[in-house]
């Protein structure tokens, strides 16, 4: 039992998204329940060795991580790499001074912009980092010195009444 708490606590601690956390509890809770009905081995993943409980190790794709290993994407990384880096999704953010960005990794500095990382001061629309000086209207960036009327880049304001924003 204890080592069951010990399993959903580490996955509660770990740098992941609160969907990915909740994926993995229901994996280890579900191996339980299927280990207590004698369906299986609760500590054993999908194709992982049998022996990963017995040694207790934990199971990380097919192979066995020790205890303060981290694993990754089927990969274990050592003591020193856990307590500094973090698992983001399928790839091992690898640097003290990066973050998590829907499966890869960005510096603190950075902004997440879907499957991108923007430099500091850059704009991120729909998934796209703008150039610099440029600004989001809707779903485009628009060059500097233009205007963003109805989500639409403008060149000059219709009117002045017209409710616009200077890019």
Not at 6 to 16: E, G, L
Not at 64 to 84: F, I, M, P, Q
């Amino acid at each position: 039992m204890s080592a069951l708490i010990d399993d959903i606590s580490r996955v509660i601690a770990s740098p992941i998204s609160r969907r990915e956390a909740l994926r993995q509890v229901g994996g280890v809770v579900g191996s339980a329940l299927l280990a207590a009905f004698g369906l299986g081995n609760a500590s054993r993943g999908w194709g992982a060795p049998d022996s990963c409980s017995s040694s207790g190790q934990v199971a990380c794709g097919t192979t066995c991580c020790n205890r303060d290993e981290l694993c990754c994407n089927g990969t274990c990384y050592s003591a020193s790499v856990n307590k500094t880096y973090m698992c983001c999704g399928t790839v091992l953010c690898s640097r003290f001074d990066q973050k998590c960005c829907t499966n890869h990794c960005c510096l603190n500095a950075q902004t997440c912009c879907g499957l991108q990382c923007c430099s500091p001061g850059i704009a991120c629309c729909s998934g796209v980092c703008c150039r610099p000086l440029e600004g989001c209207c809707g779903v485009t960036c628009c060059p500097v010195g233009y205007f963003c009327c109805a989500n639409q880049c403008v060149r000059q304001r219709p009117s002045t009444s017209t409710p616009c924003d200077h890019v």
